[in-house]
């Protein structure tokens, strides 16, 4: 009966399709009687894809973030140099609030950092035109004054992210990346080596004038502005942080030095005394 003449074999093969014919048959009748339970109960098949929906959207939703859950800001400059200048080593920081951020180091003179902000104001284009110029106003708002600074933020429906304006974003989740030079002045300048030649350290004297009054000066090309400040309170009765010192159309900075701004003989210093 194993032989290939076997006349029953045809018949076996027969059986056979006709059994695989059946099974097709059952799977087919069992796929019709699904479909036609879902197109007969159209509003019970959206409840359960709605519910698996909606579980598999809770499973995946982040409730400490739900709008930016894998945005990293530039809260540290190390992570983008371009974008924000180095920190100081120092944990040394400046503002308050959510003006509170480490102070940095600029590598460009006043003039071209001036400008910079300028540009980076200028050029937004993602978000809300007016929420720029709101943290603008915030940005360049005047020490001592941010005490309201959340409840300013609420207004607008800015949520700061890590608690600092360099990063908010809006109740659509747009995003507000400020750079730190857009926040505070720096708190050191480094110039580079090349931009302005180091001269020898001599002995000047020169003159501050205040009001209508001159204090004459002695001191090295190497003295820091924040020394002079201090001598010069020391003499009209006041402290440095009191003082502002302007020459040639500039503010002097209390980091640099008085060769920085080619501060010699004979020369007159302003003095602007803060109440």
């Given at each position: ?167 908010s974003y809006d109740a659509l989740g747009a995003l507000y990346e400020i750079p730190n030079y857009c926040i505070h002045d720096p708190m050191i300048y480094e110039l580079p080596e090349d931009n302005k030649k180091k001269p020898n350290e001599k002995k ?72």
């Amino acid at each position: 009966m194993g032989c290939s003449n076997d006349p029953e074999k045809p018949l076996n093969k027969n059986n056979k399709k006709s059994k695989n014919s059946s099974k097709k048959s059952v799977k087919k009748q069992k796929e019709d009687i699904k479909e036609n339970s879902i197109n007969n109960n159209p509003v019970e098949n959206y409840e359960n894809y709605e519910e698996e929906k909606n579980r598999n959207e809770e499973e995946n939703y982040d409730y400490q973030n739900p709008i930016i859950p894998n945005f990293q800001p530039y809260l540290q400059s190390k992570n983008d140099p371009f974008f924000n200048f180095p920190e100081v080593k120092e944990n040394k920081y400046v503002g308050k609030g959510l003006k509170r951020m480490k102070g940095y180091i600029s590598n460009i003179p006043e003039e071209e950092l001036k400008k910079k902000r300028e540009a980076f104001w200028g050029t937004r284009v993602e978000g809300n035109k007016q929420t720029w110029n709101f943290l603008k106003e915030i940005c360049e708002m005047p020490s001592g004054e941010e005490n309201n600074l959340e409840a300013m933020l609420k207004a607008y429906d800015l949520t700061p992210y890590k608690n600092c304006i360099n990063v908010s974003y809006d109740a659509l989740g747009a995003l507000y990346e400020i750079p730190n030079y857009c926040i505070h002045d720096p708190m050191i300048y480094e110039l580079p080596e090349d931009n302005k030649k180091k001269p020898n350290e001599k002995k000047i004297k020169f003159k501050a004038r205040n009001g209508m009054k001159f204090l004459k000066l002695k001191s090295s090309n190497y003295t820091s502005v924040k020394k002079i400040k201090t001598n010069i309170g020391k003499k009209i009765g006041t402290t440095y942080d009191k003082i502002r010192l302007f020459f040639s159309g500039k503010e002097m900075k209390n980091d640099l030095q008085l060769w920085n701004y080619n501060v010699d003989d004979d020369v007159v210093v302003m003095v602007m005394i803060c109440p």
